[in-house]
T-cell receptor, first 114, second 114 residues
Framework: AQTVTQSQPEMSVQEAETVTLSCTYD???????LFWYKQPPSRQMILVIR??????QNATENRFSVNFQKAAKSFSLKISDSQLGDAAMYFC???????????FGTGTLLAVQP | GAVVSQHPSRVICKSGTSVKIECRSL??????MFWYRQFPKQSLMLMAT?????????EQGVEKDKFLINHASLTLSTLTVTSAHPEDSSFYIC??????????FGQGTRLTVV
């Protein structure tokens, strides 16, 4: 069975600094998708970034980028120039590809200090 | 992006009563609907997967007779918590299977059983 592990329950970063959130996963599949979702206090799930496993190039979305290491089954999220609005719970998620059924990690609560 | 409407956003009910949660995909058709449950400060756990016009598939440990799912149309799915008890208090989130490989989420429903 696939699993997703986030080993950092909480992280803190100074405004304008860079922070990296870790995620590892386990799967026997070769084709899949990985996601980072943000859940602010409103609890609305917001897609931050997506990575297709068949793509070697790391995905980027403005200040957000990933370090995808397929062999190591690692998928970390880097937030550059952190802003107060980035404070939220961040979930790493895995999709085996056949459906949009997601397996979530336990989340990392990110605090941004002014 | 795709628009998902989940209603109600929060509900308080008495123990023993039933509560219905609706999830609508407003601008796309969803063949498949995923229902997640999230306990405070925890991750999202998949409860069940439903396909339009057929019975839902429940994850291990989820009581199908307590959590009734109806997916009668491509734009509407409902989750009914029957004979609710305080331990059913939680945050419930729907996720229609959207276009491409991106999952979309409803705003969530905070259920409190008193």
């Amino acid at each position: 069975a696939q699993t997703v592990t986030q080993s950092q329950p909480e992280m803190s970063v100074q405004e304008a600094e860079t922070v990296t959130l870790s995620c590892t996963y386990d799967t026997s599949e070769s084709d899949y998708y990985l996601f980072w979702y943000k859940q602010p206090p409103s609890r609305q799930m917001i897609l931050v970034i997506r990575q297709e496993a068949y793509k070697q190039q790391n995905a980027t979305e403005n200040r957000f980028s990933v370090n995808f290491q397929k062999a190591a089954k690692s998928f970390s999220l880097k937030i550059s120039d952190s802003q107060l609005g980035d404070a939220a719970m961040y979930f790493c998620a895995y999709d085996g590809g056949a459906t949009n059924k997601l397996i979530f990690g336990t989340g990392t609560l990110l605090a941004v200090q002014p | 992006g795709a628009v998902v409407s989940q209603h109600p956003s929060r509900v308080i009910c008495k123990s023993g009563t039933s509560v219905k949660i609706e999830c609508r995909s407003l601008d796309f058709q969803a063949t498949t609907m995923f229902w997640y449950r999230q306990f405070p400060k925890q991750s999202l756990m998949l409860m069940a997967t439903s396909n339009e016009g057929s019975k839902a598939t429940y994850e291990q440990g989820v009581e199908k007779d307590k959590f009734l799912i109806n997916h009668a149309s491509l734009t509407l799915s409902t989750l009914t918590v029957t004979s609710a008890h305080p331990e059913d208090s939680s945050f419930y989130i729907c996720s229609p299977d959207g276009p491409n490989t991106e999952a979309f989420f409803g705003q969530g429903t905070r259920l409190t059983v008193v």
